[in-house]
């Protein structure tokens, strides 16, 4: 067939609106960065969703599997000591 | 964990009402139907650019085509959303594309009919995004978290559709008794159509049960199907045209309105391939897409050639 895997790098696409964090919004194709940059902006900036884009070629992207996830996060799992109401606050005090 | 904790999970997802994420073990069937749905949908989208299209350059007034060729550009904007979302479960884009050229994916059968005036783009955004609408408010809340997200995005940009098509066809019911009738034949092909989209009575959708009890849908097709009318009757009634169904009555006590039978048989033979458009569309698209070919090709070679200088002067 014609038209077998003939189809540009896949990249994750990162935006930041006002002062949040940036967000990942999707996936787009395309060549190279700037390419990248201008399909991330014409597909999920139409209506000012925002004005910083990062784009990352999705196989350089690291990320934790489902089946590691228990071992993997084990070590915050039994520090209850790092939340606010693992703490007794005397009678009559009011908030810290 | 065993396939069968495996499986208790992934149930008690669903049961609460939490999302299904890419790398969440998932039944295969789970898995095909998702798929499935998704790969059509974004079809469905990007096949809808033709039937607009045919118009873009024939639009009656400047503001009229910047608004068409906004819409269109949403819609592929659409087609993309969804054809990364499907790619989250693994499936290259070119074999989604493959596979709706060799008619195996199929898009919703309302694109395989023709626009013959401009009152059909009136009625295409009034009826046809409007039932999308519908539909997609709905699936929103799909188990399936990438094709969720999707759907959030995309009924934010829709509305905007639905208006602009329902004001095309209100401003051709205030203008000449041509335009008039233009309005109405508009009417009278894309109504039955637009009904027929919600897909078959929930008594013969074999799709459906399973799809519910899985919530990658979130309601019956019947039910979406008289949310639709229910909203889309008044509006016709406010300018002034008449819905095509003699049947059509308002029942009292539900306080719904009732149609005429759907012409199913219409509908079988379009999606199985002999509506009007349904060779033209898909003729379009592979003409295309082979004629990007060297552009795919050209951009690649030319990214290799910027890499390969970039790391021989960093050396
Ligand atoms: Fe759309
Ligand atoms: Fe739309």
Redesign the pocket.
């Known amino acids: 067939m014609e038209n077998k895997n003939d189809q540009l790098p896949l990249w994750e696409v990162f935006i930041q609106k006002g002062g949040s964090p940036f967000k990942h919004e999707g996936s787009i194709h395309a060549s190279d960065k700037n390419m990248a940059l201008q399909n991330a902006r014409d597909i999920y900036t139409r209506r000012g969703e925002g004005r910083l884009i990062w784009v990352v070629p999705s196989s350089s992207i690291a990320a934790t599997t489902v089946e590691e996830e228990a071992e993997f996060f084990d070590p915050a799992d039994d520090k209850i000591y790092r939340h606010p109401t693992f703490y007794k606050m005397p009678e009559g005090a009011k908030n810290i | 964990m065993t396939e069968e904790e495996k499986l208790k999970r992934f149930n008690a997802l669903i049961e609460q009402d939490e999302k299904i994420e890419p790398k969440d073990w998932m039944p295969d069937a789970y898995r095909k139907t998702v798929l499935r749905q998704m790969t059509q949908h974004a079809h469905s989208e990007v096949i809808g650019m033709q039937p607009e299209g045919n118009w873009v350059l024939r639009a009656p007034t400047l503001r009229a085509k910047k608004i068409l060729l906004a819409?269109i550009q949403?819609?592929g904007g659409?087609g993309l959303y969804l054809y990364s979302a499907a790619e989250t479960l693994g499936m290259d884009r070119s074999e989604m594309i493959q596979q709706l050229h060799e008619g195996k994916a199929k898009y919703s059968q309302i694109f395989n009919y023709p626009t013959l005036n401009w009152a059909d783009i009136g009625a295409i955004g009034w009826l046809v995004?409007g039932a999308?609408i519908v539909n997609q408010v709905s699936l929103q809340r799909t188990s399936y978290g990438p094709y969720s997200r999707a759907m959030v995005r995309i009924c934010k940009e829709?509305s905007f559709?639905q208006r602009q098509g329902y004001e095309i066809m209100a401003t051709m019911m205030n203008g000449t008794e041509a335009q008039k009738e233009m309005a109405q034949d508009a009417m009278n092909r894309w109504w039955w159509p637009s009904l027929m989209m919600f897909g078959p009575s929930d008594k013969d959708s074999w799709h459906t049960q399973e799809s519910m009890q899985w919530k990658i849908k979130r309601a019956s097709n019947d039910d979406l199907r008289q949310k639709f009318i229910d909203k889309t009757v008044d509006q016709a009634y406010v300018i002034g045209l008449t819905v095509p169904d003699k049947d059509l009555k308002f029942n009292e006590t539900s306080k719904h309105w009732e149609i005429g039978a759907i012409n199913w048989d219409e509908f079988w033979n379009v999606v199985k391939g002999n509506g009007l458009c349904n060779h033209k569309r898909i003729a379009h698209h592979i003409k295309y897409h082979n004629e990007g070919q060297w552009v795919r090709q050209a951009v690649l070679a030319y990214s290799e050639k910027i890499n390969a200088m970039q790391s021989a002067t960093s050396l």
């Open positions: 819409k949403d819609e659409h995004d999308a829709e559709h």
